[in-house]
């Protein structure tokens, strides 16, 4: 089954979007337990970073925070397995603030996400949980003293502060979210990350010879991506081997012919890393990009 490679980039991904913000654990261990718990998040407050840039993650990472993440839609027993998890780091944190003598009162216990791809109303109403107008539609909330949430990823409205929950997502959900995901500025904060877990991801599923239609589609739908990000890395590659040599020949080099340069294809570079050699001052540099047309 690919559901175990499907939960590592789950993993693998939250901890790549909440590490500039806090400290986490991927898998967090409970002492004395074979239960391990997927993501364990504490922000710091000396962070720089703005967490505001993740969106609704973010929200959810604003206070110290427990993820479980699923593949695929979490069963009532996964999600009391997650609540059973959820209570026993509280009772590590209040054993720890008696032996440190502090009040109990002053712990901030985790608050619980429990993130499937789809939530029946069955399994919502046995969990009473609701929703709450002050957060988007698709989060349901438990009772107050559990301290925990479902998030029903298919429900949430496609905005840009949702895009790396639905990223999580499945089928169409995810799709869509890939999609926005590529439409973001190269600069994005996550995306070239994302992108690389993504492509990590990919050839997992296709070393595995995953048969599930699913993922078949997702090898398909990624593939362009990572052909388009090899072609840049050789692209970039290629630019800086070329200015280097030219640092090394003729010193430093005025900005205005870098500038030519950053603009050419790969083929072009490759064209002057072959002229090159012929060149004996700058004005021979200056005179080949006269006679190039950025493609």
């Not at 993650?57 to 839609?73: D, S, V």
């Not at 603030?97 to 429990?114: M, S």
Request: with cysteine.
């Amino acid at each position: 089954m690919t559901r175990f490679i499907h939960d590592q980039f789950a993993k693998d991904y939250l901890e790549e979007l909440l590490k500039p913000f806090g400290q986490v654990e991927a898998p967090s261990h409970l002492a004395g337990e074979i239960r391990e718990i997927d993501v364990l998040f504490s922000p710091v407050s000396t962070q720089t970073a703005d967490i505001e840039i993740l969106g609704l993650l973010g929200k959810l990472a604003a206070t110290p925070a427990i993820f479980e993440p699923f593949r695929n839609p979490a069963s009532k027993e996964e999600i009391c397995d997650c609540l059973l998890k959820s209570l026993e780091v509280r009772g590590a944190l209040q054993r720890e603030a008696k032996r440190n003598k502090n009040p109990i009162a002053t712990i901030e216990t985790p608050k619980l996400w429990v993130l499937t791809p789809t939530a029946s109303q069955t399994l919502l109403s046995g969990f009473r949980a609701i929703e709450n107008p002050n957060w988007p539609a698709g989060i349901y909330f438990l009772a107050d003293y559990l301290n925990t949430a479902i998030v029903a990823i298919h429900q949430l409205p496609r905005t840009p502060e949702t895009l790396w929950l639905r990223l999580l997502g499945r089928e169409t959900v995810q799709k869509r979210a890939i999609d926005e995901l590529e439409t973001l500025p190269t600069n994005y904060p996550f995306q070239q990350a994302t992108l690389e877990l993504l492509y990590n991801l990919q050839q997992t599923l296709k070393i595995n010879n995953s048969s599930e239609p699913e993922d078949k589609e997702l090898i398909m739908r990624l593939a362009p991506f990572y052909q388009r990000d090899k072609q840049q890395a050789r692209r970039d590659g290629e630019e800086h081997l070329i200015l280097r040599q030219l640092n090394r020949r003729f010193g430093e080099i005025k900005s205005s012919l870098i500038e030519q340069i950053q603009l050419l294809s790969i083929e072009q570079l490759e064209n002057l890393a072959d002229a090159l050699l012929d060149f004996s001052q700058l004005a021979d540099l200056e005179t080949w990009l006269k006679q190039q047309k950025p493609q």
